[in-house]
């Protein structure tokens, strides 16, 4: 089956420095790509959808200059979390829609701001 | 607007005994619906998929769900249920293929040996 790759699995960064978070598509190529967010024992909440060679569609609430998305090619999306801060912290999740409408979804980015 | 209602936060079964996970969605439109699972500290994992075909879907791991338009239901069962099936259950719906997921608040399974 298609397999999504996140990476860094984990992370821990300072308060104010910036971290950015990639997620691939392995084996197909995604024209588009959601990026979400799960609080502990939360649910996923969607923050972003990225569309390959154009700009991120960011939910209400989402602030983008703070959510930087990049999806610069077919197989590849970029979340940079700029000035992180504690409340940032979180576990990020992308997922990737093949041709078909299918979602793949990514293990997972643990962040943690200290 | 699209929304999921997933009743009960956590649901515990012994092991052996038949699972059920309660879903019920809103929709304006015929809907697509998804159950997925997460373990700790991982992605999710498709475990079935409504889309408008049988009314009756098998998943992965023994799982089924039936699709309930009167009840606005989509419930997960598993005849049977297995340790290596603790873990959090999503559902999911979307009006069409090619919008995002809304997901439902999960479902903690625990099996109890």
């Known amino acids: 089956g298609a397999v999504v790759s996140q990476h860094p699995s984990w992370v821990i960064c300072k308060s104010g420095t910036s971290v950015k978070i990639e997620c691939r598509s392995l084996d197909f190529q995604a024209t588009t790509m959601f990026w979400y967010r799960q609080f502990p024992k939360q649910s996923l909440m969607l923050m972003a959808t990225?569309?390959?060679?154009?700009?991120?569609?960011?939910e209400q609430g989402v602030e983008k200059d703070k959510f930087l998305i990049n999806h610069a090619s077919l197989t590849l999306s970029t979340l940079t979390v700029t000035s992180a801060h504690p409340e940032d912290s979180s576990f990020y999740i992308c997922?990737?829609?093949?041709?078909?409408?299918?979602?793949?979804f990514g293990p997972g980015t643990r962040l943690t701001v200290t | 607007a699209q929304s999921v209602t997933q009743l009960g936060s956590h649901v515990s079964v012994s092991e052996g005994a038949l699972v059920l996970l309660r879903c019920n969605y809103s929709?304006?439109?015929?809907?697509?619906l998804f159950w997925y699972v997460q373990y700790p500290n991982q992605g999710l994992q498709l475990l079935l998929k409504y889309t408008s075909a049988a009314t009756l879907v098998k998943g992965i791991n023994g799982f089924e769900a039936e699709f309930k338009k009167s009840e606005t239901s989509f419930h997960l069962t598993k005849p049977s249920a297995h340790m290596s099936d603790a873990a959090e259950y999503f559902c999911a719906v979307s009006p069409s293929g090619n919008t995002p997921l809304v997901f439902g608040k999960g479902t903690r399974l625990s099996v109890i040996a």
């Open positions: 929709s304006s439109v015929p809907p697509y």
């Open positions: 997922s990737a829609r093949d041709q078909t409408y299918e979602q793949y």
């Open positions: 990225s569309n390959e060679g154009s700009k991120a569609t960011y």
